[in-house]
């Protein structure tokens, strides 16, 4: 870190890019905020769309440019849409719902601002004094983030592949429907019909005349 | 640009998903909740991936790779979660998080459990 106090650094002094990061993220932490307290369930996975999108702009401050897009496309392209295509699913109700918050409400606010407390007060002490540089190369280009992934990463990158092939037969499973087990499917009811008067009644029909049939 | 602004926001941000997931009824709802505070967690990853690249020689950009499998990772969650959302809601016609309590002890013999439960107990049954 002695590297970089060259340049000064103060709190009365911000720079544009540190404005724009807090706007973004008061933008951001408001949304938030509306998503867990709104009564409106489809409202709060709107506002989880603008939570979201300030991520990423945030990302984009940070120059983590490849980090941005994959969280504008997947987060908001993706995980939203399934979000929205549950509360339709499960008949959410369309307008305000009085029962959205359960009785332990005030419970939680409490564990929640302690949390928030004591995080905020342990994080701005640990890092009173530390500064990002965000001068010279961007450090979340594609160039270097696609480098380091399939140089140093691609072990865990192929067990995270084949981990998502797991969820995605896990989630065809679950929703596929119940009453379809009691009757077997037609290539396995065809191959028992056929196979077992074939294995008990092997004397009596001729090999030749299965295999034409 | 300071190295605790992205670091509070993202303490704040993950407690107001952790505010959501205590107080939230809905399970799809705690879902999005979940969603915010794997967010958090991402947000926390990049800037101290942003910072190291920067003060220390060659980093392996670890910060910046498991953000972006902690995003496939909440991909995959999101799925599964939703299905088994979809799952009980077509069971026990309700995804209401507050009265999937069969496996609870000490609720036996609540005041609103029990009609519930048997009402939920014979839609399962008429929808099974």
């Given at each position: 870190m002695t590297a970089m106090t060259q340049a000064p650094h103060g709190f009365l002094s911000p720079t544009g890019v540190e404005v724009a990061f807090l706007l973004v993220g008061l933008v951001t932490f408001g949304a938030a905020l509306v998503t867990v307290t709104t009564r409106q369930l489809v409202h709060a996975a709107l506002w989880l769309v603008v939570a979201l999108g300030g991520l990423a702009?945030?990302?984009?401050?940070?120059?983590?440019?490849?980090?941005?897009?994959?969280?504008?496309?997947?987060?908001?392209?993706?995980?939203?849409?399934?979000?929205?295509?549950?509360?339709?699913?499960?008949k959410a109700p369309i307008g305000r719902s009085p029962d959205a918050d359960s009785g332990n409400r005030w419970f939680a606010l409490a564990v929640a601002v302690?949390?928030?407390?004591?995080?905020?007060?342990?994080?701005?002490?640990?890092?009173?004094?530390?500064?990002?540089?965000?001068?010279?190369?961007?450090?979340?280009?594609?160039?270097?983030?696609?480098?380091?992934?399939?140089?140093?990463?691609?072990?865990?990158?192929?067990?995270?592949s084949v981990l998502l092939l797991a969820a995605l037969v896990g989630a065809i499973v679950l929703s596929r429907k119940a009453n379809a087990d009691p009757t077997p499917p037609p290539v396995n009811g065809r191959a028992v019909t056929q196979s077992s008067p074939s294995v008990t009644n092997r004397g009596i029909h001729p090999i030749e005349q299965e295999g034409a049939r | 640009m300071h190295l605790a602004d992205p670091a509070?926001?993202?303490?704040?941000?993950?407690?107001?998903?952790?505010?959501?997931?205590?107080?939230?009824?809905?399970?799809?709802?705690?879902?999005?909740?979940?969603?915010?505070?794997?967010?958090?967690?991402?947000?926390?990853?990049?800037?101290?991936?942003?910072?190291?690249?920067?003060?220390?020689?060659?980093?392996?950009?670890?910060?910046?790779?498991l953000t972006l499998f902690t995003i496939a990772i909440a991909?995959?969650?999101?799925?599964?979660?939703?299905?088994?959302v979809l799952a009980v809601h077509r069971n026990r016609g309700t995804a209401d998080i507050d009265r999937l309590r069969d496996t609870a002890e000490g609720h036996e013999d609540g005041t609103a459990g029990t009609p519930t439960d048997a009402a939920a107990d014979e839609k399962a049954e008429a929808t099974a």
């Amino acid at each position: 870190m002695t590297a970089m106090t060259q340049a000064p650094h103060g709190f009365l002094s911000p720079t544009g890019v540190e404005v724009a990061f807090l706007l973004v993220g008061l933008v951001t932490f408001g949304a938030a905020l509306v998503t867990v307290t709104t009564r409106q369930l489809v409202h709060a996975a709107l506002w989880l769309v603008v939570a979201l999108g300030g991520l990423a702009v945030e990302y984009l401050l940070l120059t983590a440019e490849f980090i941005a897009w994959v969280q504008v496309l997947i987060y908001v392209g993706s995980v939203v849409v399934l979000l929205l295509f549950g509360l339709m699913l499960t008949k959410a109700p369309i307008g305000r719902s009085p029962d959205a918050d359960s009785g332990n409400r005030w419970f939680a606010l409490a564990v929640a601002v302690c949390a928030a407390a004591a995080l905020v007060w342990v994080v701005v002490d640990a890092f009173r004094t530390t500064w990002i540089d965000l001068g010279g190369a961007a450090a979340g280009s594609t160039k270097v983030t696609g480098a380091s992934l399939f140089q140093n990463w691609v072990l865990p990158f192929e067990a995270l592949s084949v981990l998502l092939l797991a969820a995605l037969v896990g989630a065809i499973v679950l929703s596929r429907k119940a009453n379809a087990d009691p009757t077997p499917p037609p290539v396995n009811g065809r191959a028992v019909t056929q196979s077992s008067p074939s294995v008990t009644n092997r004397g009596i029909h001729p090999i030749e005349q299965e295999g034409a049939r | 640009m300071h190295l605790a602004d992205p670091a509070v926001l993202s303490a704040l941000l993950f407690c107001t998903g952790l505010y959501g997931v205590l107080a939230r009824r809905n399970a799809i709802l705690v879902l999005m909740s979940v969603e915010l505070m794997l967010n958090a967690v991402n947000l926390n990853l990049v800037a101290f991936d942003v910072w190291l690249s920067k003060a220390a020689r060659d980093t392996l950009h670890s910060g910046q790779a498991l953000t972006l499998f902690t995003i496939a990772i909440a991909a995959a969650e999101i799925g599964i979660g939703l299905a088994i959302v979809l799952a009980v809601h077509r069971n026990r016609g309700t995804a209401d998080i507050d009265r999937l309590r069969d496996t609870a002890e000490g609720h036996e013999d609540g005041t609103a459990g029990t009609p519930t439960d048997a009402a939920a107990d014979e839609k399962a049954e008429a929808t099974a």
